[in-house]
């Protein structure tokens, strides 16, 4: 059985999610009651809700799964309900920490640093991924798009497949007359606002409207997190449309190769890891968010790429919630969780980021 099909048995949506990896035990509070186990899950007992980012869903299905399994006395309930939503939850205090694709605004920041009462809120970059460009065109097994073209069929300028536009840049594929059924999402997402920052700065000309968690541009048809937008191209004929590699792997779908001068290249870990890696800080300290850039145009490196941020309080978390949110986050920093997520379609975070990454969740307090 396959880690895809393990998920798709243990892990509906919104609902605690069951166990699957043993690692190592866990005893009452915070003390680890080995079991031959991996020493990288410090158990604690309790029981948190988190929501956010459909986005990363997948790779948190699978924390929960190993960090539930090694230890007993706790249950973590994360719910993908859109990075929107998922930050609202927790400004309203209704969990422990959200999953946002992207770090908090301004506007947000102050009150979710309202929320934490003692202390500000934090944005943690714990998972990488690739935004792909996924279709289902009947005898087109091969796909390159640029940005231009990739902003003119979302922004409704390009209707159908065998525009002009896509036909030149795909010499040797035969494209159909049909008519384009894009995709993009209704609810409030970090992945849309990761797909509008790459259309924003790969093709200003083309793409006028900025970028937003909120689709703004009209036409097309819309769908609710990445998973809907995943299962809304697989049945829908001559469709296209955004979704983290993650879900257009478990839903078997075609992904366009994307070209932003440097040549095509195609989304998995290694190449999204390529243009991750070239990300900067933004700011210093424990609240930790990155500058991408989107008109990167190397040849190894995918550029439609977003980082799945875990936000929480530094200070100021309720006492119940504190020490498991902690624990979690540690174990989810650690290499023994990092290392799970390439095979699922996702980037870990590596390097000098990972030893950040780590240093802010051990101020969590």
């Known amino acids: 059985m396959n880690r895809s099909t393990l998920r798709r048995g243990l892990v509906p949506v919104g609902i605690v999610l069951s166990l699957a990896l043993a690692l190592s035990a866990c005893g009452d509070s915070n003390d680890s009651a080995g079991s031959g186990g991996n020493s990288s899950i410090d158990c604690t007992t309790g029981s948190i809700k988190a929501s956010g980012s459909t986005a990363q869903k997948n790779a948190v299905a699978e924390w929960v799964n190993a960090y539930q399994s ?7 309930n994360y719910q993908g309900v859109g990075s929107s939503a998922g930050v609202a939850d927790f ?6 920490f959200a999953g946002s694709d992207s770090a908090l605004k301004d506007e947000e920041q102050g009150k979710a640093d309202d929320r934490c009462s003692t202390g500000p809120a934090i944005n943690i970059p714990m998972v990488g991924g690739a935004i792909t460009l996924a279709y289902n065109v009947a005898g087109v097994d091969s ?3 640029t940005p231009t073209v990739i902003a003119g069929i979302f922004n409704g300028s390009i209707t159908k497949w065998n525009d002009p ?3 030149a840049i795909n010499s040797g594929v035969t494209l159909p007359s049909a008519t384009i059924a894009q995709f993009h999402r209704t609810d409030g997402s970090g992945t849309t606002d990761n ?5 924003a700065a790969a093709a200003p000309t083309a793409w006028t409207l900025g970028n937003s ?3 703004k541009a009209k036409g097309g048809q ?13 049945s829908t004929d001559n469709a296209i449309g955004y979704v983290e590699l993650s879900f257009a792997q478990d839903a078997n779908l075609k992904v366009a190769a994307v070209d932003n001068g440097g040549g095509a290249v195609e989304p998995n870990a290694d190449t999204a890891s390529a243009a991750l890696a070239k990300a900067t800080r933004d700011g210093s300290g424990d609240n930790i968010k990155l500058k991408i850039d989107y008109t ?3 040849a190894d490196a995918y550029p439609i790429v977003l980082v799945a941020y875990e936000i929480t309080c530094q200070k100021g978390l309720a006492s119940s919630d504190q020490a498991l949110t902690k624990s979690f986050l540690t174990y989810t920093a650690s290499d023994d969780a990092q290392g799970l997520l390439a095979d699922i379609g996702y980037v870990p975070i590596a390097g000098q980021l990972l030893t950040d990454v780590r240093a802010s969740v051990a101020s969590i307090s």
């Open 70 to 76: 090694a230890c007993p006395g706790a249950t973590i």
């Open 91 to 96: 400004i309203n205090k209704q969990t422990a």
């Open 143 to 145: 796909l390159t798009l």
């Open 165 to 167: 536009k896509i036909v």
């Open 195 to 199: 797909f509008t920052k790459y259309l």
């Open 213 to 215: 968690k909120e689709w």
């Open 222 to 234: 819309g769908a609710k997190g990445n998973d809907g937008v995943a299962s809304a191209i697989k």
């Open 296 to 298: 990167i145009n190397d």
